[in-house]
């Protein structure tokens, strides 16, 4: 009972955090008809300054970090942007009304990483003052590329088989054209993408040059100014998004609820195996679970429209940001959060 008691004020009192306070107030703006309008350059920016901030954090942490410590939580990060998108398409693409490659595109979506979702736990743990390896943020692209990659390969296997049972195919010799998926394509487009091209440099000045002085005077100062502005517009995104995911199946709706916990959850468990194993703190079990939770806001939607060009971008797009999006953020962050405390109380 003590447990659930300590949890429970816990949870309540992030909810009050001015980093879920913006998420929030932005809903309600939008749902109230305000003309509040804040540009796309701008927002691009914002991001661009917060990933370049985790970046350079992560990149200046791993010069001093042992390389072994990284390996179970980059492989458990791996594991579990591959096994999102194939939970995805056992679960949501057998729902009545739900088109195989909608909720391929989906689960590659909630694979992969959102940046935003990312800065905001950041912030929060350190609200909470949860230590955490900030050479973390390298797992970045550990669960991200791969997702997205399972995704497009898991749509255009299916596409093929289609085509081949509707006999599109059989005018050739051998009756059947195998169509190779190119992986590298797909890895090269997700590298090149805005959040990861960031959030790699980052990490590349962090850990190949002394920019400390530039850190403490401009990236960091800044950083929680910049994450409200974007909470703030991610709200007012949430909220005209919904219009467009009322055009699908409702189950997607059912989805962006349920999956970014059921992610967050067994991410948690598989990071508290390096806990208990490595030394991996529960601040970076947060981390993971989070990363998890999250779904991609940024490089992911690009990704996905020239990967699967035949699943409708209403359903993917919408289901993350209209709903999954609030939710690892609102719920999921404070859940994670709440549940490593309890655990650090319980181990004291």
């Keep these: ?111 992969a990483v959102s940046g935003s979702t990312f800065a905001a736990a950041l912030t929060l743990m350190e609200e909470q003052k949860m230590p955490y390896e900030a050479w973390s943020a390298a797992l970045y692209p550990f669960m991200d590329i791969p997702a997205l990659v399972t995704a497009i390969v898991l749509a255009s296997i299916y596409t093929h088989k289609k ?47 002394q920019p400390a002085s530039v850190y403490k005077t401009f990236y960091d100062p800044l950083f929680r100014g910049f994450l409200s502005v974007l909470m703030l517009i991610m709200g007012m995104e949430a909220w005209a998004r919904l219009g467009e995911l009322r055009k699908v199946a409702q189950w997607f709706a059912v989805y962006s609820v349920v999956a970014p916990l059921i992610h967050g959850l067994i991410a948690f468990g598989l990071g508290l195996i390096a806990h208990y194993t490595t030394g991996f703190s529960l601040g970076g079990v947060v981390v993971l679970a989070v990363m998890a939770s999250s779904s991609s806001d940024i490089s992911g939607p690009p990704t996905l429209r020239a990967g699967i060009p035949s699943a409708n971008p209403s359903a993917y797009i919408g289901a993350s940001t209209a709903i999954g999006t609030p939710v690892a953020i609102a719920i999921g962050i404070p859940l994670f959060i709440g549940i490593a405390q309890a655990l650090t109380d319980m181990g004291k």
Aim: with cysteine; glycine share 12%.
């Design 163 to 209: 085509r081949i049972a509707s006999g599109e195919y059989s005018n050739e010799p051998g009756g059947t054209v195998a169509r190779k998926v190119k992986i590298w394509p797909i890895v090269k487009e997700s590298l090149q993408g805005s959040a990861l091209t960031a959030l790699l440099l980052g990490l590349a000045l962090g850990l190949l040059t």
């Design 1 to 111: 009972m003590n447990f659930l008691a300590d949890f429970s004020a816990r949870f309540l009192s992030q909810l009050q955090s001015p980093t879920l306070g913006f998420l929030i107030g932005g809903i309600v703006i939008a749902a109230l008809g305000s003309e509040l309008v804040i540009p796309d350059a701008i927002y691009k920016f914002i991001v661009f300054m917060l990933l370049m901030k985790v970046g350079l954090t992560g990149g200046q942490e791993i010069r001093n970090a042992n390389l072994q410590e990284i390996l179970l939580p980059g492989l458990f990060a791996v594991i579990m942007g591959i096994l999102i998108v194939f939970i995805g398409r056992y679960t949501l693409c057998k729902l009545p009304n739900v088109k195989t490659e909608d909720g391929i595109a989906t689960a590659g979506l909630f694979g």
